[in-house]
């Protein structure tokens, strides 16, 4: 069964910083590395949105609002993946989680951000 684990949320001041990451299981190592992996949020009432992705060779591609600010990386061995959080708005806050194309209908609990004064 393939599970994605997210962890690493919190709260944070704006300007602050966090570092997600996405463990993976049951996804064999040559599937994980056949495509991108990529890190979703979603505010309540509002769809998922995509953040940020990065490719099996590490080219990265972000939404706009978080240009500059988000840094993804990922683990091929050990099948993870990251995301560096740094100068946080509150526009940021909302349930961060991983997916890997293969698997479009697997979700997990996802970590919650909150970015508060």
């Known amino acids: 069964q393939v599970r994605f684990v997210e962890s690493g949320g919190g709260l944070v001041v704006p300007g602050g910083s966090l570092r997600l990451s996405c463990a993976t299981s049951g996804i064999i190592t040559s599937v994980f590395n056949s495509n991108a992996m990529a890190w979703h949020r979603q505010v309540p009432g509002k769809q998922r949105e995509l953040v940020a992705s990065?490719?099996?060779?590490?080219?990265?591609n972000y939404v706009d609002s978080v240009k500059g600010r988000f840094t993804v990386s990922r683990d091929n061995a050990r099948k993870r993946i990251f995301l560096q959080m740094n100068d946080l708005k509150p526009e940021d806050t909302a349930v961060y989680y991983c997916?890997?194309?293969?698997?479009?209908?697997?979700w997990g609990q996802g970590t919650q951000v909150t970015v508060v004064s």
């Open positions: 997916n890997h194309p293969n698997y479009p209908h697997t």
């Open positions: 990065i490719t099996v060779r590490g080219t990265t």
